[in-house]
């Protein structure tokens, strides 16, 4: 049985917090400021810290947006949102300002959980206080114990400032508590470089004090910290030469310069490697890491740190784990699929760009693919759309052998067999289209060909009307699998199908992704042989094995499986176990013109060999873990977010002539090989929200003039 971290109800001075346990709720926020003054108060504080972890699934405005779109392989599936206009971005009173961000620092409105960034660190500094001044019971007898417990307090106050410097850049950094509301609001930014030496410095602290194993689920240990702390040492190398650079966006991300810093992240990572197990503490099979029957029931303890939800909904807070609505794309339109707990509610929030299914530049060998996306599904009701006379007459003259006949005007899709599937595939690999539009399901293909006149076309729904890009209709489309919850509302019960209330664990850290850090400290200090054996620890798991299946959809339909064995393309398609000698990285994978370097996609202003490595990493890191709520900060931090961005993905560029053009252009909406979007440098930080601006005073309690809150904004907006 789990044993979860009680999450506890504060409400103190100067924060509003909703945050609740999980199995049981302890309600304290009438109590006393004396209370907290206590062993037991205290440590009821320390719990309720952790309600940060959930803001980046608890809830779509507080924290999702901000963290999982817009990059170069994940977008906003509305266009308003994914063109990036400056509507959306770039206005002070903006959307991403007003409501996002204003919620991600800590809104004042106890309804918009989780309680924002900044309240959390005011209850951070006021637990250090309590816990370094007062030191209550067992925090004054035993030394070791309230070591531990200040290093989860700072290693949650340091998370805290890693998400909301990641979003705004220099922010203020408070380290002292404020207990009362004196109406004095003065809250000067600090640079980003002395908010890492703080941070830094507080998370070697965590690091050194944390245990290496915990008795409940979801508190931070050595691990979590390690990982952490090699992250933050990453951020610093990656910007340490851009403090005089002319990209204001880029110089911006400086956090000082420090020239052990990534000997520090292999130190760091390597420790946690080690004490993790190495390759054997890895999930087995990438897929178990987020399949619910196994990841809810026996966590792998590759998972270092997720935010904790629970089946209980009333435990969770007012959202749940939202996470669970945004990946996945309407898979019910006419396709003879209704709403299911298996499939998850069809919000459409957020999807992949071309180049996020692209970047999986072997489909048929890397497993990760078809483990990441929900490439099929079955047919679970009636209401498909029908056959008419020419596709039931090319089906009846070419359908496989032992598959039914089939007549004009009755339903395609078949109780129990598939309804919908998906192909990304190339121009130059575009399918015929008769017999695209003559299955008996509907074939989401990305490029068809006219059977008639030659002609390409690029994503046509089943009634061959343009879907994607800005034709105003995104759906229905290939979605990340990862989150869904056939818990949904708390329980099995398929009456739950409409619940947007998750009950999943969430992520946040995991040992995969400490191998890959690791493997670009390595590449950055061009230690190239030690960086491939760690990304190959994570291809070799990424490998279909031997006696694992493929999947019946790739062995059809991917052009590459064609170069499988026959016993390979043989139901039930057992992979030989050669994968992997498929997929091994090598130097060649960014070394400039060599094949598989070119078929990783690399954008126009990356042409050496040590660029090409950090943009190779984060194709891995991509494939790796998208969806993960991980990429926009990581790219951000390394200061390729707008160049990969505007050069790879098509709805947010500006560009013109980058992407294949097709027959059906959709007067300039659709496929015409031109971006859709407005993304701007200055987009990859955010704007200060105005009703934030206006609450900010001097020194003295005086509102700030429009002269002074301008300066205070962020560029460009």
Known sequence: MKRYIPIVLV??????????KFLTEKQVSNLTQDYYNTEEGLNSLINGLYNISRLKNEWDASGARLVQAETDAYMSATNTYATMTAAIYGSNVATIASTNMYNFLGATNADNPPMGVYPHINNCNIALDIIDNQKPGKFGSDENYRKIKRGEILFLRAWAYYLVTNQLGDVPLTLTPKRMDNGVYYYPKAKLEDIYKQIIGDMREAYANLPATVSEQGRVTKLAAGHFLAKLYLARAQAATFQNSGDNALKML??????????????????????????????????????????????????????????????????NNRSVNYHTG????????????????????????????????????????????????ICNAAGS???????????????????????????????????????????????????????????????????????????????????????????P?????????????????????????????????????????????????????????????????????????????????????????????TTPYPATGASFNAIRATED???????????????????????????????????????????WEDLHNAGILYDRTVYLNQMASPLAGRWPVADNPVNGGGQDGNGKGQMKKEFTFRPWPSNYLLQLTDENGKPLDAAAMAAYQNPGY
Request: hydrophobic share 35%.
């Open 385 to 475: 759309w029908t056959w008419n006379a020419n596709a039931a007459a090319w089906w009846n003259a070419n359908k496989p052998a032992g598959e039914p006949s089939v007549v004009s005007g009755t339903p395609r899709a078949t109780l129990g067999k598939r309804a919908l599937i998906y192909l990304e595939n190339q121009k130059n690999e575009a399918l015929d289209s008769t017999m695209v539009m003559s299955q008996p399901y509907q074939f989401a293909v990305r490029w068809i060909r006219s059977a008639v006149t030659g002609r390409t076309y690029y994503r046509v729904n089943y009634n061959q009307n343009p879907i994607g890009l800005n034709t105003g209709s995104p759906a």
């Open 254 to 319: 400086y956090k000082g310069n420090v020239p052990t810093d990534l000997d520090s992240v292999i130190s760091i990572t390597t420790d946690v490697i080690n004490t993790a197990g190495g390759a054997a503490g890895l999930a087995p099979d990438y897929w178990t890491l987020f399949d619910p029957k196994v990841s809810e029931t026996s966590p792998s303890k590759e998972v270092l740190w997720a935010a904790q939800f629970d089946i209980n909904t009333s435990l969770n807070g007012r959202f």
């Open 330 to 377: 309407n898979y019910t339109d006419a396709t003879g699929v209704t709403r299911a707990m298996a499939y998850g509610r069809p919000f459409g929030t957020f999807k992949p760009t071309d180049f996020g299914y692209d970047v999986f530049t072997d489909k048929v060998n890397d497993s990760r693919y078809y483990k990441t996306f929900q490439y099929e599904y």
């Open 11 to 20: 409400l103190l001075a100067g924060s509003l917090d909703s945050c609740k």
């Open 589 to 631: 994978f960014f070394t400039p013109g060599a094949p598989q370097a070119l078929a990783e996609r690399y954008i126009p202003t990356v042409t050496s060999k040590a660029d090409m490595f950090v943009h190779f990493i984060y194709n891995e890191k991509t494939r790796e873990l998208l969806g993960e709520g991980i990429l």
């Open 477 to 569: 489309y290939l979605s990340v699998k990862k989150f869904v919850d056939p818990l949904r509302g708390g329980s099995a019960d398929e009456s739950n199908f409409n619940s947007e209330s998750g009950t999943r664990d969430a992520i946040l850290m995991r040992l995969g992704e400490t191998y890959l850090v690791r493997a670009e400290a390595y590449g950055r200090k061009g230690m190239y042989n030690d960086a491939l054996a760690d990304i190959n620890v994570i291809r070799q798991r990424a490998a279909y094995k031997s006696g694992e299946s493929r999947p019946q959809v790739l062995i059809q339909w991917e052009p590459a499986a064609t170069a499988l064995t026959a016993a390979e393309k």
